[in-house]
């Protein structure tokens, strides 16, 4: 055997791994419940459980490796201090361990971390913890953290590529196949999102060593797909752009450790748009009364894609986390809008005269339309002006004769959609 699999071998986690991990999180961590639902399991016509990690103390599941990590480390070198580098989520985990603990913390977290889970780290640490914002991304974020650990000799508590982490994140995997059994029930799909790997390389390592044929599948967002271009490459790689808004899976760069467990345990990679996710999210909300993050609602959004293949089979989708910023719900709504084909944004030419508005209303737009955004300056000594409008159509299927109209009245529009740097600058 080639030295490389060798390595590769010894990386790889197993049931003991995560059984150790459960041994020390289950006095400390919450178990979190294993919801039928009812919604969802007629909707995909299969039998859909949702695994609660949103209920957790600090809302999400990377509470549980983040204070396995940190127990593991040796009391002397946890005295001296922690660091940690995240979006969000990881560092709530390692803030409430820290101020459980009585250790400090200093956390990195990127400038476009949402405010609202820089509040929540502030909270959860109390004292104990120093937060440093610091680059665009998680990787640069991350970056600054490690010269920072280099610098002062601090240990490193890192949100995915370490082994004690993800046995960590695995043990949500030793509830939900214990819960399983106690029902005389057999779990045929494991969805959890993607973003460095920690959660579905615990998840699949622990499933796939207790109940082979459950079919694991890893969901990244479209825009930030680092695993499944590791899987096409056969190996990590850096993507040259990510899409943040699914911030608690914009990871530009998968860990080597996360890609060996993932590409051994995981049977399938697949990347749902951030539209899509948005229209989930508020699905969630107002059917379930589930608030979700972007991250923690990918699982569920991957269920639309794969309806035909889950027909009739039980499913477990986890509930990643639910640190949803209220101030991204606008957001979040307007994106979901574009994605299902409602919201529309245009550039027209318009007349410069009277009446030329009425003109659009009655004779371009559908009955049920509504103009939502109208944005124009009228040009002194020119015949025609550019204006910005928005439309919500009445029904989406109406598009190809609002365009046809449209191309009538202005020839030469521009539509949003198909310019993606102008649609960011505008709307």
């Known amino acids: 055997m080639a030295l490389m699999d060798v390595m590769t071998k010894r990386e790889l986690l197993g049931k003991e791994d995560i059984d150790e991990a459960y041994e020390v999180l289950h006095p400390i961590i919450k178990r979190t419940p294993l919801q039928y639902d009812t919604y969802l399991s007629q909707k995909y016509k299969c039998h859909v459980y949702l695994k609660r990690e949103d209920l957790q103390v600090v809302r999400s599941f990377k509470i549980r490796g983040a204070y396995y990590a940190i127990s593991q480390t040796p009391q002397a070198d946890r005295q001296k201090g922690i660091v940690c580098a995240s979006a969000g989520n990881h560092a709530q985990g390692v803030a409430w361990t820290c101020h459980k603990m009585k250790i400090p913390a200093v956390i990195f977290m990127p400038t476009t971390t949402p405010r609202q889970k820089v509040e929540q780290v502030r909270f959860f640490g109390g004292d104990e913890t120093t937060i440093k914002l610091i680059g665009d991304t998680f990787d640069a974020s991350a970056q600054a953290a490690t010269d920072f650990c280099e610098k002062n000799k601090l240990t490193f508590i890192a949100p995915f590529n370490d082994k004690r982490t993800i046995a960590g994140q695995g043990t949500i995997a030793y509830e939900v196949f214990d819960e399983a059994r106690s029902q005389d029930m057999e779990v045929d799909y494991l969805f959890a999102a993607v973003g460095g790997g920690g959660l579905i390389s615990g998840l699949s390592a622990y499933t796939k060593n207790i109940s082979p044929q459950t079919k694991v599948v890893g969901v990244e967002p479209t825009g930030a797909a680092s695993m499944a271009e590791a899987f096409k490459r056969g190996h990590p790689v850096t993507l040259a752009k990510v899409d943040k808004f699914v911030d608690g899976a914009a990871v530009k760069t998968v860990g080597t450790l996360t890609y060996n467990n993932a590409k051994e345990y995981v049977d399938k990679m697949v990347?749902?748009?951030?539209?899509?996710?948005?229209?989930?999210?508020?699905?969630?909300?107002?059917?379930?009364?589930?608030?979700?993050?972007?991250?923690?609602?990918?699982?569920?959004?991957?269920?639309?894609?794969?309806?035909?293949?889950?027909?009739?089979?039980?499913?477990?989708?986890?509930?990643?986390?639910?640190?949803?910023?209220?101030?991204?719900?606008?957001?979040?709504k307007e994106r979901s809008l574009v994605y299902e084909g409602y919201q529309h944004y245009f550039i027209v030419n318009f007349p410069q005269r009277p009446g030329a508005l009425r003109e659009v209303v009655n004779y371009v737009l559908n009955k049920d339309d509504d103009i939502t955004k109208f944005e124009y300056t009228k040009k002194v000594n020119r015949g025609k002006g550019p204006v910005l409008i928005g439309i919500r159509l009445g029904d989406k299927n109406n598009i190809k004769q609002l365009r046809l109209r449209l191309g009538q009245f202005d020839p030469y529009y521009i539509d949003l959609k198909e310019n993606q740097m102008l649609y960011e600058m505008m709307v």
Do not use: F, W
């Open 271 to 332: 990347n749902v748009a951030e539209g899509h996710v948005c229209t989930t999210i508020l699905e969630l909300y107002s059917k379930e009364a589930i608030v979700a993050e972007p991250a923690g609602a990918l699982s569920v959004a991957a269920l639309e894609d794969q309806r035909e293949e889950i027909v009739g089979k039980t499913v477990v989708c986890v509930i990643s986390g639910g640190n949803n910023d209220i101030d991204r719900m606008q957001e979040i």
